[in-house]
């Protein structure tokens, strides 16, 4: 059994990747942590873990102890706070699977340019972790900084004008995670649809950066996230102006070729419609794409479940890449529909 | 008083027009039929009528008498079935307004190209019923091909490049009407998000239309629908690249002239987010516009009610346009919230 | 034309109150006040009031000068204020329509048993504001105290055992206001249900209130409401035991010789089933009723809309009966559908 | 391995049956059958099983030979078909779970009397398959008659005046099946609570067959079922009056004397509030009650997830009880929030 912990465990992604945990067979949950409500139950604050998790909750403030008892350690705190968390455990030999935002970037001047934090560990040992893209990286790093739920959705382009990518994508609102905030009050949020962030959304640049490490040039994209009345899911609806000569059958090769022995990502195939319902609770990818003849360009569409794929379940797929399991360990779960 | 009937009262659109009109000081309903309920109470049909609406639903089979009784009939039949009813009617003095497509073309190959069926009424002297942009031909047209709900959430763009236009738009379920699907099963709709009609919805070519006779350049979009979970809203993300050396200030100035005087179109600015929740129940568009000085694109936002501006409260804005009344009789309802 | 006040216009129950009162032809609107937000457009904070609202959020520190301005005031603040801002209008001859509690109860013991809180204005000259029951002491009081919004869903019982009667009621989220709370969050809302204050919901006793006024004798009753993942509307489901010879012929005349000539009462009849759906927006409260043989219950079903006839629709048919205008104004609206 | 296959496998609680038996580590799944989509490939109608279940869809029509290969039939048809495939089955030695009607009665004639139907298979070896209760008849059972949803959903009641139990209870839609009616339409469902089969509800008598047996006395109960817009869940709300004498710690220790050592019914306690949220996707059924002093009644409150629970989950545990395995064999699952 390996031990982990979780640091910051009663947010929306703190208590699904609890939720995966439990059911992990070779992973033990040593300590959570919420400084909020250090002292309580896990099941008080979240009922549906009655019978089912026993732990209490502790402060972050005992952080060193709790690395020495861990092999590893799950955060999933706003950013800038991972990088403090980072720092005191950089001498122990507990290793890192950050949720946020503090390790995602190779560059920290790009992360100081968008989150206005300045960045307190730049040297440290870490990787992003998109794990069917840099899966060989993520087996030995100290810290893996885990992708942002909507840089998952996205793909490879390599038959595309490098300029003309648009990203429009729709999340549910637990994306937006569990604080109170009028904009996530049931009677203000249904039967509504916005926009949100347009230019300036802080995934942006993890995506470009994703991108660039893939094609090798710069590349500067449109992202506009709107927000759903649901609780799960994000679509990511893609536009990018195909080069000429570029034909169907040359992106449905591309695909197959990138992802095609991928498990967590499922190729719909050509003029597919994939749904966040069907990947709802599982770690799946579910991917299809169309091209229009008319304007040349290709419209790529990706499903995930943000809070597993974007978030929890992405991080035990990297923790089980790094802990030497089989990568889909407790990740082989049916989506839950309806 | 006015004789109004609507033909194919029992759709979601039907159901919103009669709403509008029975508020309508001016308009009094003579006439509403259905085929599938012909006799029956429209109160059975519709519980939150009764006690407002006692007429019973005719058959069109009747029309010529219908339309002898009428001074405007709206039409509110699937397309392919208006044609009919206007043949049919083109020897009386009565007006016409349809909801549906089948007189929204100025050229009937266009229709005929996008909609699988032959035009059989090519003469019909008509007009394309988006009263902002065609006012003046809608006073006196014998017919008024009331504008896709999708359309009316467009806005003219001078400033940008001609083949660069992609619209990524948001409804609600009502759009899909009231016939039984089973993507319109709560159980399948709800926590769900997909998009549906990539690259092929009969929306687009009336959209490019639409911009052609406001620019007088051919234009060719990618509009990608998407489907919500919520009754009621549409909302239109429009990506477009900026001409060289066009800066906010002219697009700011652009909208400000061109709809600055409309009384149901408000300009929320730039930099601003509207949201289908604020527009709900009203003939209301709500416009907001982002510039990305990154990639020197103009990201539009347009948000409407899909059932009133975008169907039942445009047509009875034609009406009002058409009979000579003042243009915002019973459509000055304050949107419904929460 | 009649000058009202808002006291509390911006929670959900306010405004509602000023959607109404912006299309009452003989009502116009002179003060609005918040004390979060004073200094602020109402149009700011609700957005969809934009272009029809033009007013701007005052403090109620000066209700003096307010209710010296006004003709009628309506308060809707959280009960406990309503009776300071009592005390201080009460030698001006403004007349006050409470939404909250304080002004509900002709013994005030009631209210401090249950709201835990000392009356400071016992000796008021108030009235309890359910139209169809006390319609004649509205008329010339000068504080109405209106109706809570479950009490408002309960009919009149006088063929039922005193002592069998049980409401179970189902209430949308706007009941509970726009107030943060978890649970009022979508994630935490959506696909869930729930009961609340079993035993010991304060509208309890307003509810023994109204009954013992009309039937002349103590009643205990057991009310249960429950929270439902929507926004608007309440179903209350009554049960009483029918006394021994009652027969279902005897309930119908009953109901229909106590609301037969009600505009806002819908009888649908024996064996009906109102749905909160079909009175949403407006003012009506839809009844049916069944006997069970098996059990000789009666089961009672109501529908009606929380913020409207259950708060502020409520209040402005109050307000119309209290200043002598025809009952119905500005709340003859169509229910929104769908 | 045990062989089991699932007859009517494409309704919601047939979809739900497949995700816990793919996930059964003893269990394999031989065959599947649906009428209308027979040689249809089961992910073709479920895409969320992509990648899960390769099993095509076979005919009934084979009912013999599908049952000589199975060990264990999950019938998950609408009642009055089970009985047909029960007789079929009869000789052969492989066993029984029917998820609907047909073998739930001891006494036919309840069952004709409520469904309106003859029954064909009365002398059928059969236990109603309510494990908590009949455990130790399911154990070898040739057929299991799987408990209805809502009778689950109750408890034993020793305390109470045998006829004073009403039963209100709101389920999700998905407990009206996957079939398009327009009381299932997204656009008619949502925002919207209404009751239903009021005094007529089916599972009427199966409760108080359950109540009989466990108390020993003819029971006579109100059950009211409501529609809730949500996808999951049913809470019931049971009240009865307390015999005299009987106190809060009689109820609590019959509570805790009753259930205290069952797995998958957790006991909040008194004065706790289940929440459907909590139970959604598991098998657990929570309990809690209150006393109300003033009417000297009981009210109990019960949440399950009616496809697992009240499904295919309280299925599964009757086959794990028959076939021997540990009762809890993929169906330890945590909860799925939010």
Redesign the interface.
Known sequence: MVKVSVIGATG?AG?ELL?IL??HPQAQIAHITSESHTGKKISEL???????CYLTLESLADIESIGADSDFIFIALPHGHAMDAGLKLDKLPVRIIDLGADYRFSDTDVYEAWYKVPHKHKDAHRVYGLAEIYRNQIRDAKIIGNAGCFTTALVKHHLVDA?SI?V?A?S???GAG?G???G?????????????N??HHRHTPEIEQALKDLGGEEI???F?P?L??????I?A?C?ATLKENVSGEMVDATFHKMYGGEKFI?L?GRDA??????????N?C?LGW??????H?V?I?S?IDNLVKGAAGQAVQNFNIAAGFYESIALD??????
């Open positions: 929306y208590a939720s439990i059911r979240y009922p549906h873990l009655r019978g089912l300029n648009i429009d729709a549910g609102v637990s569990r109170l905030k009028l996530n009050h049931f009677a203000e949020l249904y039967d509504n649809f916005k926009a949100y347009v230019a500067i994209i449109n506009t709107h759903v009345p649901m609780s799960r899911g679509l609806t536009y499922r719909l419609y994939p749904e966040t319902k069907f990947v709802r609770g599982s799946y579910d169309h091209i229009d003849e008319r304007t360009r419209i569409l499903a779960v049916v989506p839950f529909y309806p």
